[in-house]
């Protein structure tokens, strides 16, 4: 594959393969996770949602979580960057549904992410809050052509400035919160990779008229997959549920475990109180709420714009559900997983996954 390998190149940044590593809320992919993966040459992304629930200045009483939030931004783009050194390439994720979105993408910035990836809603305003920060390129995730020229024209017309990349992301096969409307609209064959990568490169070369690259992502585990988002056009891909289930994942060893013992019959899609569909493995916190049962922790920090836990107490607190399945608490976490967690078989090494990948 060597020979038609892509150069991926997001604004000023370049790796060494054109892979990232997909950022991965709460705590999944944290410091540890992406500084490795950007040590062996590929973009590590930590995802910024819920970063501070472990840390030791998370204490309700003497701090504000949204305060604490961008304090462990910085210190984990701190410490990824030891891991990384100087020519690693690491990117911050930041969900628009955030309540201090643009407080976190901020921290961001300030602290010395090379990228920012946004998703989980259109980032249209992401230009405002970086634009002290010109090298920082941006990235929004989009899963449609039209999102693409949605946030484009935006852009352009409000900050004279374009995205660095797309990230376009399928719903039928990717982890976590899925960009769809509806649970039928998941598997819409209008948003597979097949038919959405093509149609925002055909968007990049007509309208942009750039060389701004394309990343797939959903469903991409191995060298065939990767060498079919590149016939596609797409010039890089992004890997999620490969790199939550390594040594150097955020995540406890219960978490891990939970994708290796994993089956095709556990993975399910919830609505999730963010009023998006998710893929997640159905452990007996997920199968009890399926049935329309569920007990949840109390909400604690008004994280999402839109919930609807905190708006009518349907569902359950996501944060808390997220943070019982980083630690292990495999009775009441919520584990979200791509549709290839079925093929975690054994922990693996970070280095190992970029060699067998690029080798
Ligand atoms: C446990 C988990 C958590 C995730 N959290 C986020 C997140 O916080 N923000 C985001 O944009 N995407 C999130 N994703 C999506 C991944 O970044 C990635 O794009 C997607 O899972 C790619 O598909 P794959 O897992 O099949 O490789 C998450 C995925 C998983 C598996």
Redesign the pocket.
């Known amino acids: 594959m060597s020979t038609d390998r892509p150069v991926l190149k997001i604004g000023k940044h370049q790796p060494r393969y054109p892979l990232i590593q ?4 709460v705590g ?1 992919s944290g410091f540890r996770l992406a500084g490795h993966v950007a040590k062996h040459g590929a973009i590590g ?1 930590i ?1 910024s ?1 819920g970063l501070c629930h472990d840390s030791p200045l998370f204490d309700t009483k003497k701090h504000n979580y949204f305060e604490v939030n961008q304090i462990v931004i910085k210190e984990a783009l701190a410490k990824a960057r030891e891991i990384a050194g100087p020519e690693g390439v690491l990117a911050v ?1 930041c ?1 628009v549904a955030l309540t201090d979105y643009d407080t976190q993408v901020r921290a961001a910035a300030e602290g010395g992410a090379d990228v920012i ?1 946004s ?2 809603g259109l980032p249209l305003r992401l230009p405002e809050y970086t634009k002290d920060f010109p090298d920082v390129a941006l990235v929004p ?1 989009v899963s449609s052509a039209k999102a693409a020229s949605l946030i484009t024209r935006r852009w352009e017309k409000q900050y004279g400035r374009v995205p660095d990349a797309f ?1 376009v ?1 399928e719903p039928a ?5 899925l960009g769809a409307m509806t649970m039928e609209q998941v598997y819409d064959p209008a948003l597979s990779l097949d038919t959405a990568v093509p149609e925002v490169v055909q968007f990049v070369a007509e309208y942009m008229k750039t060389d701004t690259p394309v990343i797939a ?5 191995d060298r065939q997959d990767l060498e079919r988002v590149f016939a596609l056009g797409a010039k890089g891909a ?5 790199f ?1 289930c390594t040594e150097e994942g955020d995540a406890s060893d219960r978490f891990k475990q939970a994708y290796i013992d994993a089956k095709e019959e556990d993975v399910v899609l919830i609505h999730s109180p963010a009023g998006l569909p998710g893929r997640a493995i159905k452990n007996p916190f997920v199968a009890s709420y399926l049935e329309g049962k569920v007990e949840s922790k109390p909400c604690f920090a008004n994280c999402l714009t839109r919930c609807l836990y905190r708006k009518t107490r349907e569902t359950f607190c996501i944060a808390m559900a997220l943070i019982d399945a980083f630690n292990g608490n495999w009775e009441t976490g919520l ?6 967690v079925v093929k975690a078989q054994k922990l693996e090494r970070v280095a190992d996954i970029i060699e067998e990948l690029f080798r």
């Open positions: 997909g950022g991965m809320g999944i992304t995802a949602v994720n969900m990836v998703g989980a995730i990230v992301e096969t990717a982890g976590g919160h992502a959903g469903g991409i585990w992004q890997m999620g549920t490969r939550a584990f979200f997983c791509g549709s290839n």
